[in-house]
């Protein structure tokens, strides 16, 4: 009986569990479309002027719960995913897998300080890790955040917060999405009603849990969902009455009649005026004290974002302005504030509008095939050619019938495919229209060249 090399019979490998759940995995065309959904929203924020930054995707534990920086509700746990360091490079810390990309860049600017220059503008572009317990289309173990933060040194003036939401309008309407809103709030505000009647901190978790939802339910089920949780009724009344406030005004008047500091309407005020003067439409930006976030270092703006008429599908960017974190790591201040996409979320979202069928063929791209009659000498020749030509060619040398090469070329989404016959003839196809050219094998450049410009 045959037998591997390892001594397990060819039986026991093909029973090998070998699926990844919850750790997506891509086809080249749609890496492709992620990849070019990528260096848009990155050209976006680099027009606002915030530049690259690449953190470690491996951190230390202590670092990643610094402040209580993990979520409030239990989604994921403190760490996604631990990292064992093999024994012949042991250095006894304690590592884990990011979460997230606000934390690490927090400390790499805790660490990397004397070497840069404040405010920090900057986006990050990377792989995040989380221990979903149930994947989805939109809720992986493994996904790209696309990241944008400004972070100062001491002090931040409160109009940065203003420039996050700008700069993620702009990075949306850049990649074709334009029904979207970035709702906003400011954690100061709850936390002043809360104030006013007394409610401790560790209350505020399940109150928090529940006013997320509040854009999504009516205000008497919210307030019901609070009394339930042992919130007393005139305090789960005025909550209610916060989280349906339509205007600052409203909400001022609440915390007035409470006696409730009115830092955090001010602060709203200012951001949102801010953002107006910047560029952001009103109908881009909308006042929701349901905002909270979940996570304990947020501690003043929060913003949430949501695709208009799909808010089931959850938010699509959050973020928020982060005042101490660093202290928790060096004791140093470096008050920061920022959004996140989660590219996956995004992703979905773009495919079920048809965005991604939108973008389709790549009118710079070529693939050259040779047909059964044709010769490989011919291939090289022509490929090279064309890529002299700048264009993004695909060689195919092995023999192919016309199913086959078109397959190929339909696969690899190019704008062209070049079919190389005998006696120096070929066949240029216009993948779009299907609309094909017989040319001499030299002519095939310029013949691809007069395609693009007549389309």
Same mark, same amino acid.
């Given at each position: 009986?045959?037998?591997?090399?390892?001594?397990?019979?060819?039986?026991?490998?093909?029973?090998?569990?070998?699926?990844?759940?919850?750790?997506?995995?891509?086809?080249?065309?749609?890496?492709?479309?992620?990849?070019?959904?990528?260096?848009?929203?990155?050209?976006?924020?680099?027009?606002?002027?915030?530049?690259?930054?690449?953190?470690?995707?491996?951190?230390?534990?202590?670092?990643?719960?610094?402040?209580?920086?993990?979520?409030?509700?239990?989604?994921?746990?403190?760490?996604?995913?631990?990292?064992?360091?093999?024994?012949?490079?042991?250095?006894?810390?304690?590592?884990?897998?990011?979460?997230?990309?606000?934390?690490?860049?927090?400390?790499?600017?805790?660490?990397?300080?004397?070497?840069?220059?404040?405010?920090?503008?900057?986006?990050?572009?990377?792989?995040?890790?989380?221990?979903?317990?149930?994947?989805?289309?939109?809720?992986?173990?493994?996904?790209?955040?696309?990241?944008?933060?400004?972070?100062?040194?001491?002090?931040?003036?409160? *109009?940065? $917060? @203003?420039?996050?939401?700008?700069? +993620?309008? &702009? =990075?949306?309407?850049?990649?074709?999405?334009?029904?979207? /809103? #970035?709702?906003?709030?400011?954690?100061?505000?709850?936390?002043?009603?809360?104030?006013?009647?007394?409610?401790?901190?560790?209350?505020?978790?399940?109150?928090?849990?529940?006013?997320?939802?509040?854009?999504?339910?009516?205000?008497?089920?919210?307030?019901?969902?609070?009394?339930?949780?042992?919130?007393?009724?005139?305090?789960?009344?005025?909550?209610?009455?916060?989280?349906?406030?339509?205007? *600052?005004? $409203? @909400?001022?008047?609440?915390?007035? +009649?409470? &006696? =409730?500091?009115?830092?955090?309407?001010?602060?709203?005020? /200012? #951001?949102?005026?801010?953002?107006?003067?910047?560029?952001?439409?009103?109908?881009?930006?909308?006042?929701?004290?349901?905002?909270?976030?979940?996570?304990?270092?947020?501690?003043?703006?929060?913003?949430?974002?949501?695709?208009?008429?799909?808010?089931?599908?959850?938010?699509?960017?959050?973020?928020?302005?982060?005042?101490?974190?660093?202290?928790?790591?060096?004791?140093?201040?470096?008050?920061?504030?920022?959004?996140?996409?989660?590219?996956?979320? +995004?992703? &979905?979202?773009?495919?079920?509008?048809?965005?991604?069928?939108?973008?389709?063929?790549?009118?710079?791209?070529?693939?050259?095939?040779?047909?059964?009659?044709?010769?490989?000498?011919?291939?090289?020749?022509?490929?090279?050619?064309?890529?002299?030509?700048?264009?993004?060619?695909?060689?195919?040398?092995?023999?192919?019938?016309?199913?086959?090469?078109?397959?190929?070329?339909?696969?690899?989404?190019?704008?062209?495919?070049?079919?190389?016959?005998?006696?120096?003839?070929?066949?240029?196809?216009?993948?779009?229209?299907?609309?094909?050219?017989?040319?001499?094998?030299?002519?095939?450049?310029?013949?691809?060249?007069?395609?693009?410009?007549?389309?």
């Amino acid at each position: 009986m045959s037998t591997t090399t390892s001594g397990r019979d060819d039986a026991s490998v093909r029973q090998l569990d070998i699926s990844m759940p919850g750790f997506p995995e891509s086809l080249p065309a749609d890496v492709m479309f992620e990849q070019d959904i990528i260096r848009t929203i990155g050209k976006g924020f680099e027009a606002r002027g915030f530049r690259p930054l690449d953190s470690a995707c491996i951190q230390r534990q202590e670092v990643l719960v610094a402040g209580g920086a993990q979520y409030l509700d239990g989604g994921i746990p403190e760490f996604a995913f631990t990292v064992q360091e093999p024994p012949e490079s042991y250095t006894g810390a304690n590592f884990a897998l990011r979460y997230d990309l606000t934390v690490p860049v927090s400390r790499f600017i805790a660490e990397h300080s004397s070497k840069l220059s404040f405010p920090l503008h900057v986006y990050q572009i990377n792989k995040v890790w989380r221990a979903e317990q149930m994947p989805t289309a939109t809720h992986w173990r493994e996904f790209y955040q696309c990241d944008v933060d400004v972070i100062g040194q001491g002090e931040l003036s409160l *109009l940065y $917060d @203003a420039e996050i939401a700008n700069a +993620l309008v &702009g =990075a949306f309407r850049n990649i074709g999405v334009d029904g979207f /809103t #970035v709702r906003i709030s400011n954690r100061k505000v709850l936390a002043a009603l809360l104030d006013s009647h007394g409610v401790r901190v560790h209350r505020a978790r399940a109150i928090v849990q529940i006013l997320d939802k509040g854009n999504r339910q009516p205000v008497e089920e919210t307030v019901s969902q609070l009394v339930a949780s042992g919130i007393p009724e005139h305090v789960a009344a005025d909550l209610g009455r916060l989280v349906s406030s339509p205007t *600052l005004s $409203d @909400a001022r008047d609440l915390l007035k +009649l409470r &006696g =409730a500091d009115q830092v955090g309407i001010e602060e709203l005020d /200012t #951001v949102i005026s801010a953002a107006h003067d910047l560029g952001v439409p009103e109908d881009h930006l909308v006042l929701d004290f349901s905002i909270t976030r979940g996570h304990d270092y947020y501690t003043g703006t929060v913003f949430e974002t949501f695709a208009t008429g799909r808010e089931h599908w959850g938010a699509i960017g959050a973020g928020g302005r982060y005042q101490d974190l660093l202290k928790h790591v060096n004791g140093s201040s470096y008050p920061g504030v920022g959004m996140s996409v989660g590219l996956a979320r +995004l992703m &979905g979202l773009l495919r079920e509008d048809g965005v991604r069928k939108q973008q389709g063929l790549r009118h710079e791209a070529v693939t050259v095939v040779r047909r059964e009659d044709g010769d490989a000498q011919a291939v090289t020749g022509t490929v090279r050619r064309l890529r002299e030509a700048g264009l993004s060619v695909q060689a195919v040398f092995d023999p192919v019938g016309a199913d086959k090469a078109l397959s190929i070329a339909t696969e690899a989404e190019v704008g062209f495919l070049v079919s190389l016959q005998a006696a120096g003839s070929a066949t240029v196809r216009e993948m779009a229209s299907g609309n094909e050219r017989g040319v001499p094998i030299e002519g095939v450049p310029d013949a691809i060249a007069e395609l693009r410009r007549a389309g």
